[in-house]
């Protein structure tokens, strides 16, 4: 079970986009800053599969500039 944390940094004057997209993401949790442009992403998937999958489509949110890890941890040994 991976959990991982991210700042995540928005295009230019897209935070309530990205905080939209990934809003509507399985697995996501997000905590947008009130008064910069970014968002701390918390993930917790059910296996590496689904994280592989996760990993994918947030590469490919046109609303995200970058993700910055914080935080990993993986239960499964």
Known sequence: M?????????QTGGLKQLCNDLDGLEYCEII???N???VVLVT?????????NLQK???ELP???SLSMTFGHNAEQ
């Open 2 to 10: 991976p959990i991982l944390s991210y700042l995540a940094l928005p």
């Open 32 to 34: 947008p800053s009130l």
């Open 36 to 38: 910069e442009e970014v």
């Open 44 to 52: 917790d998937t059910p296996d590496l599969k689904a994280e592989k």
């Open 57 to 59: 489509t947030l590469k």
């Open 63 to 65: 609303s995200l500039q």
